[in-house]
């Protein structure tokens, strides 16, 4: 095959399937070396075809198609289990390996909360044949119906009714209070990581990437975009405690109510977002306990509220 055969055969590519056959690495090694920019220097024609190649190659090493979705260090792919986390960058593959080690754990909670965490179905390691490195992957079980509170957020610009911002709030004090009690922190409470359903008032956390072990540990990264959510100490690489969990889910329900929550609500969280760790309350469950008395306070005795993104 010469290199302008291998650049027509990948410019007419529309899937994986059509470049690559049972011997799927030798054929991608091989339009690989015939169009790399090394060996065809100035050659747009070239450049192209092989940016297509990777891609490609990337969809096939999936197994799924094309990227669903881009996490904050991982592209996710629709499989038969749910969907598969794939490292971007082999750096990250530690992290991958920690939220493998955490959804393990976290299987053993009492089957009450187990829903408030994703199910990990599967470890996955994936090759380059090109470069040997490796990227790691963890395919976690589908969540049908879910919404992250950054889409939340996005769908109510002028903030969300805090009558109904509150069962998220509740929901996500019990999944950090069972979190805790396993021995994990989650290191990394923020909008893309909260999922709610809305008709069933349901909430999953997720991206257990970053997390450490309770009582204390340091996390291992920060997402950059999320960097002046984070409590101080994290920044100057302390270690974290639950408080630093409770600190990052009430930035996320300050976020989500906006302007519209009641001044009792906000003095409740101001106490939650105190610059001592000392200072800030770090058992969840007793956190929740007087939530729930707040919330009685404000807006009597708990009912069902039907909630729903707007189309």
Known sequence: MTSAEAIARIEAAARPADLFGPDAARGYR???????????????????AFAKLAALWQRHQAGTGPVVARGDIANLFRV?????????DPADNDLMRQEARALTLLRDVPA?????????????????????TEHRGNAIGQLDGFRTLAD????YPRGVDPRDAA???????????????AGLI?????????LIHPAEHGLVLVDWCYSCPAPAGRIAAVVARYRDWYPPEVLVGQPAGPDADIWLATRCMTGLTGELMPPALAAFARGCLLASPRRRPADAW??????DELLERLYGPRTFRPFAMPA
């Open 80 to 88: 038969p289990q749910g969907l598969l986390k794939v490292a971007r």
């Open 152 to 155: 939340v957020r996005a769908a």
């Open 30 to 48: 091989q339009l690989a070396r015939l169009t790399h920019p090394d060996t065809h220097p100035g050659d747009s024609a070239a450049a192209r």
């Open 186 to 194: 989650h290191g990394a409470v923020l909008p893309g990581h909260v």
């Open 167 to 181: 069962w998220m709030w509740r929901r996500l004090l019990v999944a950090l209070g069972a979190a805790h009690r």
């Open 286 to 291: 007793r956190l929740l306990a007087e939530l």
């Open 112 to 132: 009450p909360v187990r829903a408030y965490f994703p199910r990990l179905a599967a470890v996955q390691r994936r090759q380059d044949p090109a470069t040997g």
